[in-house]
């Protein structure tokens, strides 16, 4: 089974920060990686498919990257309601695991 | 507008056995890929069901066994039959759309605690 994990597992930032969150596959899976963000006692909501691709009403400032094992999240000029839990999500078969989750909180 | 609704949440005791349902508008459950993810208090998302639309369903080890998914196309609903509940087992429980692979629909929960 492939493994998923995100480091770091909570971080602390600033309005105004540019911030990146890793996600890592234990195996290749191409391009299948999902993001998601959970602000705090809400649900999940999809933010990047394909690795890179931004979904429907997703902020501009936010950006995926990466292909195989390595992918990365980036928030250019954190806002206040970018307060959330981030999980990466491989795809590459019928399981589609998460990852473990980023916390992201301001300093 | 899609909505998916879940219900049938509530206390039950461990080995108990209780079905959850999710009314789906907006999008038929019988020609999309139909999953159930899972949340415990304070932790990550699990994915723990999906159904096909050509009705496959897959699990993870974790729930293999005890949990079913299925669906009725009449009513358009998404149902979670869980057995043999373990305290673990404990969460919230999400109807999600799976697209692609990917989570985009995603209803609102429905909680589920396993306690004596």
């Known amino acids: 089974d492939i493994q998923m994990t995100q480091s770091p597992s909570s971080l602390s930032a600033s309005v105004g920060d540019r911030v990146t969150i890793t996600c890592r596959a234990s195996h290749d899976i191409g391009n299948y990686l999902a993001w998601y963000q959970q602000k705090p006692g809400k649900v999940p909501k999809l933010l990047i498919y394909g690795a890179s691709t931004l979904h429907s009403g997703v902020p501009s400032r936010f950006s995926g990257r990466g292909s195989g094992t390595d992918f990365t999240l980036t928030i250019i000029s954190l806002q206040p309601e970018d307060v959330a839990t981030y999980y990466c999500q491989r795809y590459n078969d019928a399981l589609g695991a998460f990852g473990p989750g980023t916390k992201l909180d301001f300093k | 507008e899609v909505q998916l609704v879940e219900s049938g949440g509530g206390l039950i005791q461990p080995g108990g056995s209780l079905r959850l349902s999710c009314a789906v508008s907006?999008?038929?459950?019988?020609?999309?890929?139909m999953t159930w993810v899972r949340q415990a208090p304070g932790k990550g998302l699990e994915w723990v069901s999906v159904i096909y639309s050509i009705g496959n369903t897959y699990y993870p080890d974790s729930v293999k066994g005890r949990f079913t998914i299925s669906r009725d196309n009449s009513k358009n609903n998404l149902y979670l039959q869980m057995n043999n509940v373990r305290v673990d087992d404990t969460a919230v429980y999400y109807c999600v759309r799976r697209l692609s692979g990917y989570y985009d629909y995603w209803g609102q929960g429905t909680l589920v605690v396993v306690s004596s």
């Open positions: 907006g999008l038929s459950v019988s020609s999309n890929y």
